[in-house]
């Protein structure tokens, strides 16, 4: 059936639509909004966007934390179901994900396990819940309570101490000290005293210690009560590999290991080989550094090394503005 569009519902511009739908503040989506410009959510190409940044982003927003489906969302803004889809392709990667940042040395992070029920069924699996879940590992930073890593989805009958490694979350906590509960046995982070054989009671000490690593550890539970407050974080209908992103956007996530999140950035290439073969080099060059940027976040290895290839083309253009910086990245990156 033809789209024959209509006015939007919900806009950014009614301040009273932003927190029940995206679960901010005026002023926090407004710096979602300003970190999303500045990473190019705004850069335009080809056909205009119907919505504005503002809109957009509010859309995708409303999609991860009321886990509707998009062919819902898309007339609560006035677009159509595509445009609703192409919206989340373009600002899902630049919503989720950030740069990783190596701890100081007195960073202290904080690891839990938390079941997300799901119907997919080649990675969930009956769990303690009594729904087939997956097991998602989620890491926090003691200090600033924000997330470090998510891990990727495992069946929910997986334990943590065997999640923690599986998941790939270990590999961000590596010299750092990490916090847990005593299901993390065997995996030399800091869980609780337990009494030994034959004990009876722990001493006073340990008692105290206890009391000190439970309040710690309480951080990483409100956390992930954030996260069960998105709908595609408490329950995900379709791939549990889907959850991993909308979770990573309502915890703040730097960094996480997820499948390929490359398609933008081939688009983006492509365009670039297009706009050089037009001899329009300084729209190339802002394309292709933007494309470089998002692969170097996402650690796209391989759309790092699609974007050297570019090198030859620009070469013949190293007296345009910026180029030559470019080809320096390149070659040093």
Known sequence: MRWLGMGGVISADRPKWIEPFSGLSESQFTKLVALVRRRGGDVQRGRPWRLPLEDRVLLVATYWRTNLTLRQVAPLFGVSKSAADRILDHLAPLLAISPARRPRKDTVYIVDGTLVPTRDRSVAASSKNYRYSTNLQVVIDANSRLVVAIGLPLPGSRNDCRAFTESGVDRACRGAPVIADGGYQGTGLLIPHRK???????????????????????????????????????????????????????????????????????????????????????QALVVSTESLDLATRIGADRCVTLVRELAPYFKPYQKVDGVPEFLERLRTG
């Open 196 to 282: 030994r054989r034959g004990q009876m009671h722990l001493s006073p000490h340990q008692e105290a210690e206890n009391a000190i690593h439970r309040r710690a550890r309480a951080r990483v539970e409100h956390a992930l009560s954030r996260l069960k407050n998105w709908k595609s974080c408490e329950t995900a209908d379709s791939r549990a590999t889907a959850c991993t992103k909308p979770c990573s956007v309502s915890l703040g996530s730097t960094t996480w290991p997820s499948p390929d999140n490359s398609r933008p950035i081939r688009d983006n290439l492509y365009e670039a080989r297009s706009l050089l073969r037009a001899r329009e080099v300084e």
